[in-house]
């Protein structure tokens, strides 16, 4: 059973460039959340995607955006990079099982913005 | 508002017991967690909590849950090397559709 995969898993990206990065959920799972890991700190919430639709969204600006496949697959999309959206992007997928909506994690995408 | 507080570094002897804390301030979380985060990888659920409960054992892993205070801890039995790694509680407040918000870690160093 596949767990989270993520791709790419390093990125380099000039400030004002576009970036998209990918997700793919483990098998049986239908919502995926996007956080935010930036260095020596703890992931932050960026959104949650369920039914193709944005749930929930954390407090960042619109230059992050998002969307959701049919087949539960999820793509994150950041606009007119800054330096400081450099940082290890994390991908969680779950599904009702035990422990609510526990939250499995993907290995991350690690963005450098130069 | 909703903050989640480590303390930062734990240093211990292999072999040791390790005991990592939590402070939350969300009284109404449902479920409550630890992940562990390995240099350069992502995060691996070790365990959870629900509200409910005061105690849970998996393995060498404890957590105990004190509502009244907000605070939750890990005992890590019999320490490893292996087990030295970036620790981090996490609630989902009662506010969000599982959206998990995240202390800022503890590092635990295990030496030999």
């Known amino acids: 059973d596949a767990g989270v995969t993520q791709s790419p898993t390093h990125l380099i990206k000039t400030r004002g460039q576009q970036v998209t990065l990918r997700c793919s959920p483990k098998?049986?799972?239908?919502?995926v959340s996007w956080y935010q890991q930036a260095l020596g700190q703890g992931p932050q919430f960026i959104f949650q995607?369920?039914?193709?639709?944005?749930?929930q969204r954390g407090n960042f600006p619109d230059r992050f955006s998002g969307h959701q496949f049919p087949n539960y697959s999820s793509e994150l999309n950041v606009n007119a990079l800054l330096l400081g959206d450099s940082a290890l992007y994390l991908c969680?997928?779950?599904?009702?099982?035990?422990?609510?909506?526990?939250?499995?994690f993907g290995p991350g995408t690690r963005l450098l913005v130069l | 508002g909703e903050d989640v507080e480590q303390s930062l570094f734990l240093s211990v002897r292999e072999g040791d017991s390790s005991v990592i804390n939590c402070t939350y301030t969300?009284?109404?979380?449902?479920?409550l967690y630890w992940y562990k985060q390995e240099p350069g990888a992502g995060l691996q659920l070790l365990t959870y909590i629900f509200s409910n409960m005061d105690m849970k054992q998996d393995q060498r892993l404890t957590v105990l849950l004190n509502k009244k205070d907000k605070h939750l801890s890990l005992r890590i039995a019999d320490t490893q090397t292996g087990d030295s790694a970036i620790y981090f509680c996490?609630?989902?407040?009662?506010?969000?559709?599982?959206?998990?918000?995240f202390g800022k870690g503890t590092m635990l160093l295990v030496s030999p």
């Open positions: 995607y369920y039914e193709e639709e944005e749930r």
């Open positions: 969680a997928s779950s599904g009702r099982i035990a422990g609510g909506e526990t939250q499995y």
């Open positions: 098998s049986g799972h239908d919502t």
């Open positions: 996490a609630e989902i407040p009662n506010s969000g559709y599982s959206t998990l918000t």
């Open positions: 969300d009284s109404s979380s449902t479920y």
